[in-house]
């Protein structure tokens, strides 16, 4: 069952490399997205914001969709979800060694499920709990500035601890001003790389849906801002664009409830992931026969929309990349990954507020997947 998983070739281009590639662009060394040298590098990573739904709003942003339809096409991360894909886009390296494996996943050592980007706590430190140095920390190490450039709340997050670690983080309200702050890194005409992160797509998509008026105002400001930045770029200076996943809409009547299964959730303790890929966690001690027919009984269930795999499925797959061992408790027992246009909700969680979000992601679907690298500035010109 797991052979029919939808995994890239390990020979696609990857969200891990765009990093490392931009700080060796820097350094005018070789780097695996062929770019060439340049002063400087400001990467903008939008949230959200698939090469999918790009095709699909074509008209409404043209810098964006100009430049990707002659340029390059990523895949992201395993699940497809913003604290595995920044995780892996901050370290080079995939979920199964960084160890955010999923929005939330299983503290086995306090017997619980933690919000892998609010519910930091002393109990799960940033620092350790993501665990490999981040490309941040190796370019302070080469004497290469590096700055993160977000809104205000995220500037001393758990989340920024755990995955920006490294870099000088400079807060910036809006698109707009998050722009005017890389204007002024770049015009000290240091050797940096600059990483500007843009939340507002995936914000508008959870609440109003990708394809509402709310989303589509966002796109065309972006687009504008992108547009009028590259035009200001010193000479010299690259401009890359990227997304950590895409977005699909699930509207209520196509959500799948699964308390109503009662018989294939005894021996689970705990229910972690996200509406588009659950993450069941058993109980310690479940005898093998008993979880053998858990992953059955779910595969029965629910393979004619989802792809439905046990841990060991999944990471012999390579979902995770390699896995490390401190890592593997971390992943679900049972992964629940939606391939129709569906989400997956607990009503017996005390908080329902996330079945209000139109906007949905963190499966395999390519419109999930797949992540727009558009060049520009030094990058763009052939």
């Not at 679900?332 to 139109?358: C, K, L, T």
């Amino acid at each position: 069952m797991s052979a029919m998983l939808p995994v890239p070739a390990d020979t696609a281009p990857r969200l891990a490399g765009v990093l490392g590639s931009s700080m060796s662009a820097v350094q005018g060394l070789p780097n695996d997205l062929g770019l060439p040298r340049a002063t400087a590098v400001v990467v903008v990573l939008v949230d959200g914001l698939g090469a999918s739904n790009i095709q699909a709003r074509a008209g409404h942003a043209r810098f964006l969709a100009s430049r990707m339809a002659k340029r390059d096409v990523l895949r992201t991360v395993f699940p497809s979800t913003t604290a595995a894909a920044i995780a892996t886009f901050a370290t080079g390296r995939p979920p199964g060694e960084h160890g955010l494996v999923g929005y939330r996943v299983l503290d086995a050592a306090h017997d619980r499920v933690v919000n892998q980007l609010s519910g930091w706590d002393a109990g799960m430190p940033p620092e350790t709990w993501q665990r490999l140095p981040t490309l941040f920390e190796t370019m302070r190490e080469a004497g290469i500035p590096s700055y993160a450039i977000g809104a205000a709340r995220y500037s001393d997050s758990g989340f920024t601890r755990a995955v920006l670690r490294g870099a000088e983080y400079r807060p910036g309200a809006t698109v707009a001003d998050r722009f005017a702050e890389a204007d002024r890194i770049l015009a000290t005409g240091e050797r940096a790389v600059v990483y500007l992160y843009v939340p507002e797509l995936d914000q508008a998509a959870h609440a109003h849906g990708w394809e509402s008026d709310k989303w589509l105002g966002q796109l065309e400001m972006l687009d504008a801002e992108l547009a009028a930045f590259e035009r200001r770029m010193p000479r010299g200076a690259g401009l890359l664009v990227t997304a950590d996943h895409g977005v699909v809409d699930v509207p209520a009547h196509r959500h799948v409830f699964i308390d109503d299964r009662p018989e294939l959730l005894v021996g689970v303790r705990h229910v972690g992931g996200e509406p588009r890929c659950v993450a069941l966690y058993f109980e310690p001690g479940l005898e093998a026969s008993a979880r053998t027919a858990l992953v059955e009984g779910w595969r029965a269930a629910e393979g004619h929309r989802s792809w439905v795999v046990s841990r060991d499925e999944a990471i012999d797959a390579g979902l995770y990349g390699e896995v490390a061992g401190d890592v593997r408790d971390r992943i679900g027992d049972v992964i629940i990954a939606a391939r129709a246009g569906i989400a997956y909700y607990d009503r017996r969680e005390p908080n329902r507020q996330a079945e209000a979000m139109i906007g949905q992601h963190g499966s395999l679907s390519d419109e999930e997947t797949r992540v727009p690298l558009i060049r520009g500035g030094a990058f763009g010109r052939d």
